[in-house]
């Protein structure tokens, strides 16, 4: 009999493990392990992921590189929109599970598996976020989620794994780490509580640098596509170009609280030196560039489109609307961004471009104007204030 093809989304860890252990000798399906790398992996780490997997009885092992095409696809809206989850977190984690979700399903149309399969827990987002993915996109291939229907304990998958002879460090790292090229998500026992810091030695990089350093941002529509005079080929590069830089000084660290897609608060420490960087230098620049109802509109659909995005929903075709408007307002958001760089923290210091508004031609800010007269302020501002003023003496009762 033919054994039944599924395709499991693997990152070598305790619950991909498990699952495929279980997947391949309880229930005897042929198992097709795949891992996608947003930009988090080595070329060393991803062989030996490959080679555990080898270890634990799968048909086939596949890498998907999903760095570049997750930049396309979603990190540049990201950058256009300022996005910001309470104005806190980059969305570093939830972007790039939807784009894996969306790899692992096109991976499993290509091989004609009868069934997916994840290694969720029933307590997070990602369940929904994989869930919800394959439905849209697979809608008949079969979900398979062990570690979420069997209801598992810690304990329970490593007695299960040494009951099958499978030799790995069962030690419980003392915090979780989830790098990507946006940004490294951080847990641990100090992020269950609601008072609680993360230690210095918490974080993953830790902080080696202490003289100042001055950096030359440079964009292009929008895009971050040169670092310090040097231009890249794929804004990927310059991304990693600054956070290697910038990572040592201890900046882009955070405690993110939010709200999950199943209804409950969590919170989260990350570190993402280079996508805050990226995101207020951006926002500086399109302050001296846009308009003020440029910058309103973009404002409140960039939080929808965060919002829509940390819950999964990235094939709204809402959200490719959204997507032509916002790069629709990046034309003119082209020029060169200044910051300064200290221990722990970061300042943007001021922009040059050729678009900016701020053009002394036309006037300075609390000094002088060239392009109306001080009668024209007065008559304007009896015009401006007019409704309102009628509404107060229409109600005021006199």
């Not at 997947?23 to 555990?52: A, C, M, P, Q």
């Not at 256009?80 to 894996?100: D, F, I």
């Not at 392009?371 to 302020?377: A, F, I, L, N």
Request: charged share 20%.
């Amino acid at each position: 009999m033919e054994k039944k093809k599924v395709v499991l989304a693997y990152s070598g860890g305790l619950d991909t493990s498990f699952c495929c252990i279980y997947l391949t000798r309880d229930l005897g399906y042929e198992v097709h392990s795949v891992i996608v790398n947003t930009g988090g992996f080595s070329d060393e780490e991803l062989k030996t992921v490959e080679k555990r997997a080898y270890e634990m009885g799968v048909t086939s092992h596949h890498v998907v590189d999903e760095t570049a095409n997750f930049y396309n696809t979603c990190v540049r809206y990201l950058i256009y929109g300022n996005v910001l989850k309470n104005n806190t977190y980059p969305l570093s984690v939830s972007a790039e599970r939807v784009s894996q979700a969306t790899a692992i399903a096109n991976y499993a149309k290509e091989i004609g598996a009868e069934f997916v399969a994840h290694g969720s827990t029933g307590a997070g987002n990602d369940q929904v976020r994989f869930d919800m993915i394959f439905n849209i996109l697979i809608p008949n291939v079969g979900i398979i989620t062990p570690i979420r229907d069997l209801k598992l304990s810690r304990e329970a998958e490593i007695e299960y794994l040494k009951k099958h002879g499978v030799e790995m460090n069962f030690e419980k790292a003392q915090y979780s780490i989830n790098k990507g090229i946006w940004g490294t998500s951080v847990g641990g026992k100090e992020t269950l509580t609601s008072n609680l810091g993360m230690p210095e030695e918490a974080w993953p990089t830790q902080v080696t640098e202490t003289e100042t350093k001055n950096l030359e941002l440079i964009f292009e529509k929008g895009e971050l596509v040169g670092l310090n005079g040097k231009k890249y080929d794929h804004p990927t590069q310059v991304i990693q170009a600054l956070q290697a830089i910038a990572q040592p000084y201890g900046v882009g660290r955070d405690i993110h609280v939010g709200d999950t897609i199943i209804g409950i608060k969590g919170r989260v420490g990350f570190e993402a030196a280079a996508p805050m960087i990226i995101i207020k230098a951006h926002h500086t620049l399109e302050k001296h560039t846009l308009t003020k109802w440029q910058l309103t509109w973009k404002d409140q659909l960039s939080m929808f489109y965060g919002n829509w995005l940390h819950e999964g929903q990235f094939h709204d075709p809402i959200m490719r609307n959204m997507e032509a408007f916002l790069t629709d307002t990046q034309k003119q958001v082209s020029g060169k961004v200044f910051v300064q760089l200290q221990p722990y923290r970061f300042q943007v210091v001021g922009i040059e471009s050729d678009h900016d508004l701020m053009s002394n031609k036309f006037g300075t800010y609390g000094e002088m104007n060239n392009s109306w007269s001080g009668e024209d302020v007065k008559g304007f501002s009896k015009i401006f204030g007019n409704q309102v003023m009628i509404y107060h003496k229409v109600n005021s009762g006199e």
